[in-house]
Protein backbone atom coordinates (compact mmCIF):
# COMPACT_ATOMS: atom_id res chain seq x y z
CA UNK A 1 0.00 0.00 0.00
CA UNK A 2 2.84 1.92 0.73
CA UNK A 3 4.38 1.67 -2.49
CA UNK A 4 1.22 2.26 -4.47
CA UNK A 5 0.20 5.57 -2.32
CA UNK A 6 4.49 6.75 -3.20
CA UNK A 7 3.51 6.17 -6.82
CA UNK A 8 0.42 7.72 -7.16
CA UNK A 9 2.13 10.95 -5.36
CA UNK A 10 4.32 11.15 -8.05
CA UNK A 11 1.05 10.87 -10.49
CA UNK A 12 -0.76 13.63 -8.67
CA UNK A 13 2.39 15.86 -8.49
CA UNK A 14 4.05 15.57 -11.70
CA UNK A 15 6.23 18.87 -11.08
CA UNK A 16 8.04 16.56 -7.94
CA UNK A 17 7.96 13.21 -9.74
CA UNK A 18 11.16 12.24 -11.96
CA UNK A 19 11.25 14.23 -14.94
CA UNK A 20 9.36 17.38 -13.59
CA UNK A 21 10.29 20.82 -13.83
CA UNK A 22 10.90 20.71 -9.20
CA UNK A 23 12.07 17.43 -9.90
CA UNK A 24 16.10 17.51 -8.88
CA UNK A 25 18.24 14.22 -9.98
CA UNK A 26 21.01 14.99 -7.68
CA UNK A 27 19.24 15.15 -4.28
CA UNK A 28 16.72 12.25 -5.19
CA UNK A 29 19.97 10.44 -5.81
CA UNK A 30 21.81 11.31 -2.48
CA UNK A 31 18.70 11.06 -0.85
CA UNK A 32 17.94 7.41 -2.08
CA UNK A 33 22.14 6.61 -1.17
CA UNK A 34 21.18 7.36 2.12
CA UNK A 35 18.74 4.43 2.58
CA UNK A 36 20.23 1.93 0.11
CA UNK A 37 20.90 -1.30 1.28
CA UNK A 38 19.56 -0.80 4.76
CA UNK A 39 17.63 -3.49 6.51
CA UNK A 40 14.76 -2.64 8.44
CA UNK A 41 16.16 -2.57 11.53
CA UNK A 42 18.84 0.35 10.29
CA UNK A 43 15.92 2.15 8.58
CA UNK A 44 14.24 2.66 11.52
CA UNK A 45 16.92 3.82 13.49
CA UNK A 46 17.68 5.94 10.46
CA UNK A 47 14.06 7.45 10.86
CA UNK A 48 14.07 8.03 14.49
CA UNK A 49 17.50 10.14 14.11
CA UNK A 50 16.51 11.73 11.25
CA UNK A 51 13.14 12.95 13.14
CA UNK A 52 15.01 13.96 16.19
CA UNK A 53 17.38 15.79 13.84
CA UNK A 54 14.85 17.65 12.28
CA UNK A 55 13.15 18.49 15.49
CA UNK A 56 16.35 20.00 17.38
CA UNK A 57 16.31 23.11 15.70
CA UNK A 58 19.54 22.94 14.04
CA UNK A 59 20.35 24.15 10.85
CA UNK A 60 19.77 21.25 8.46
CA UNK A 61 18.53 20.92 5.12
CA UNK A 62 14.87 20.16 6.11
CA UNK A 63 13.24 19.34 2.25
CA UNK A 64 16.27 17.02 1.68
CA UNK A 65 15.55 15.01 4.86
CA UNK A 66 11.87 15.66 4.48
CA UNK A 67 12.87 13.55 1.29
CA UNK A 68 14.98 11.34 2.94
CA UNK A 69 12.36 10.35 4.84
CA UNK A 70 10.04 9.44 2.48
CA UNK A 71 12.36 7.00 0.98
CA UNK A 72 13.02 5.48 4.66
CA UNK A 73 9.03 5.40 4.73
CA UNK A 74 8.95 3.48 0.97
CA UNK A 75 12.21 1.19 1.73
CA UNK A 76 10.91 0.00 4.52
CA UNK A 77 7.56 -1.11 3.14
CA UNK A 78 9.87 -2.51 0.48
CA UNK A 79 11.31 -4.36 2.98
CA UNK A 80 8.77 -6.19 4.45
CA UNK A 81 7.66 -7.41 1.00
CA UNK A 82 10.47 -9.02 0.49
CA UNK A 83 10.60 -10.36 3.77
CA UNK A 84 7.15 -11.80 3.46
CA UNK A 85 8.01 -13.13 -0.21
CA UNK A 86 11.18 -14.73 0.96
CA UNK A 87 8.73 -16.49 4.01
CA UNK A 88 6.33 -17.82 1.34
CA UNK A 89 8.45 -18.73 -0.91
Avoid at 26 to 51: I, M, Y
Wanted: contains cysteine.
Amino acid sequence: MVVCQHNLEQFRDPDHAEGGRLFDPEVDQAAGQVVSGLNLKRLEELERKTHAMLRSGQPVDGEFWDLVLKKIHVEKAIVGIEARQYVVC
